[in-house]
Each structure stands twice: as C-alpha cells, then as structure tokens.
C-alpha cells in the first residue's frame, strides 16, 4: 500500500511538468486520468483521453479511463453525463465483446462493472430505483458468470437488501470455530464482516470491531467473518488452495489476534451473494433475521456503534 501512495505521489508531481499526451503515454491513460480527476483537472482528464482514443482508438485500457470521468460526474451529481457516458461506454464494451469473453481482458471488467453502477446509481439519485433495480437484476443475468458478478449483486443489495431476508451462508469450510448456521442465530443482532487478506481497511477495522464486539455481547451480538480464496498470497503469485488457507489463517492471527474466535466461513459464494466486492463489507441483520444495514467500506467506531445499538434495541 506504501508502494502504490508512493507511486501517486510520483505521478501526482509529474502531471505538473509534462505535458498530457506524454503524461498518459508514460504513465498510462488510466492512471493519468485519475490522478488528473483527483487533482480537481477534469479537463485535463477528458484532453488525454480524446488525444488517446485519436491516437489508439477505444482500447479496452481507454474504456477503463473513461469510466472514471463518468464516476467523477456521478460524484458531483451531474447525473445526466453521468448516465449518459455510462450507455456509451457500455456501447463501446459490447463493440468489443464481439467475439471474445468480458475477462479476456482486464479493462473491460472494469469498464463495464463501472459503467454499469455508475448509470445504476444515477437512476436511483433521479428517483428511478425500479429501473436502476431491473438494469441490475438484467446485467446479473447476463454476466452472472463473469468477475463482475459481486459487483453487480452489490450494487443491488444497495438498492433492495435492507429489510430482507438474510441469505444463509456456505459453511462447509472454515477457520476458527465452526460457523453456526443463520437460522441457529435467529434471536440474536448478527455482524457480518467480509475481509480478504490483503485488504489494509479490514486490518484497520478489526479493532473496532473486536471493540463493539466486547461492548454489544453482553447484549447477544454474534460475529462472523466470512472470508475468499483469491489465488495468490504475498509469497506465492498462483496459490494452491491449501496454501492460501495457510497463508489466511497466519494473517487471522497476526492482524486479527481479537477475533480468533470468530467464525471465519470461507467461501466465494456468500462474497457473491452478499455482493462483497469491496472489502470490508460489513452487514447488520436483525434478532428476526432481516438485513438491518448493508455497507460496503469501512465504517469509523462511533458509526458502526450507532447502528448495532439500533439493531440491539429491536
């Protein structure tokens, strides 16, 4: 993570003496195009990617790039161009699945998961929550089987989770104590914390989380920690199984050494489910077994605090 702040800081400075065509060349439009966004330089943003697309077209990277400019106007609340460069760059993605698969390339995933939330998002802020819920429910159907799949779930649960049923969970593998079923919990305020291993934000998070659990217990709250086998540790760039779990279990107890006991499901499936492509998702269900709060992202002390005490008083 230290690296990759490095790296921005580099980029951050270099946008301030080259010019953009060398900037995005040097550097790739994708980064420049961020750094340029996060900078406040909108238009410098939208110049390279016009000199790029002139120069090289609309690459699979240039679609990537471009769904910056759309999240960087649904941010504003510009949701007009917002939806309307997402419709594009989903035009220009399916131009280009045309006789290949959505993850023969890494850009596309991302261009057109982005795209796909971006145009979701903006018809939900217009007051258009049935359309952007039947977008959504029509993309899973068509790209249920892609990398994208999570991100799509997740944008819909934003949209339709509260106040429904929580989905069971696999159990069959896992670390720590074994994971009681849902329907056994049923009576007690759940907290579900979907980690990764690699994720800084869900080290940051244990803590208070290890905290609230200490506080709220008393009060019957249960804990769970699902978790996912991605392929890779930091030692091994294509993981065996066996491997990845030994290589979880160590970062449990070194970074998560207030949650040992706490059952850790491992399973791709529930981080499908439960639309957890971003980590940590964190997920209150309620003593009757509803979704009382879905958030991906961290959430600070105080905020997660007032939200189980919500739950616990029902």
Same mark, same amino acid.
């Not at 390279?48 to 679609?63: D, H, I, M, V, W």
């Not at 989903?90 to 959505?102: N, T, W, Y």
């Not at 869900?202 to 659990?213: D, G, N, S, V």
């Given at each position: ?13 270099? #946008? ?71 419709? %594009? ?66 944008? #819909? ?13 696999? %159990?069959?593998?896992?670390? /720590? ?27 940051? %998070? ?5 905290? #609230? ?11 769970? /920690? ?17 491997? %990845? ?70």
């Amino acid at each position: 993570m230290m690296e990759c702040m490095w790296v921005r800081s580099v980029l951050a400075t270099s #946008l301030l003496f080259l010019t953009v065509a060398t900037a995005a060349a040097q550097y790739g439009i994708v980064d420049y195009v961020r750094i340029a966004l996060a900078q406040g330089n909108p238009a410098a943003a939208q110049e390279a990617l016009n000199s790029y697309r002139n120069e090289r077209g609309s690459t699979p990277e240039y679609l990537e790039a471009y769904s910056w400019l759309a999240r960087e106007a649904l941010s504003r609340g510009d949701y007009e161009r917002a939806s309307s460069d997402a419709k %594009e760059i989903r035009g220009m993605v399916a131009e280009q699945l045309k006789g290949r698969s959505l993850d023969s390339d890494p850009h596309l995933p991302m261009a057109l998961g982005a795209a796909l939330e971006v145009q979701a998002q903006s018809l939900a802020e217009q007051g258009k929550r049935a359309e952007a819920v039947a977008l959504l429910r029509s993309a899973l159907v068509t790209y249920g089987k892609t990398s994208i799949r999570s991100r799509l779930q997740k944008n #819909l649960n934003l949209l339709s989770f509260v106040g429904r049923l929580a989905p069971a969970l696999h %159990e069959e593998e896992f670390l /720590g104590s074994k994971p009681p079923s849902l329907a056994q919990l049923k009576g007690s305020p759940i907290l579900l914390f979907f980690w990764a291993h690699w994720c800084a934000d869900c080290k940051a %998070e244990a803590p208070i989380i290890t905290q #609230l659990r200490s506080e709220f217990a008393p009060k019957g709250l249960k804990v769970i /920690g699902p978790t996912q086998l991605y392929g890779y540790t930091a030692q091994i760039e294509h993981a065996l199984p066996s491997d %990845e779990i030994q290589y979880i279990d160590a970062v449990r107890h070194r970074f998560y050494s207030g949650l040992l006991d706490m059952p850790v499901p491992i399973s791709k499936y529930n981080f499908d489910t439960y639309g957890a492509s971003t980590t940590p998702t964190l997920v209150l269900i309620d003593r009757a077994g509803r979704i009382a709060m879905y958030h991906p992202g961290a959430l600070a002390y105080s905020d997660l605090r007032a939200q189980i005490e919500k739950v616990v008083a029902r």
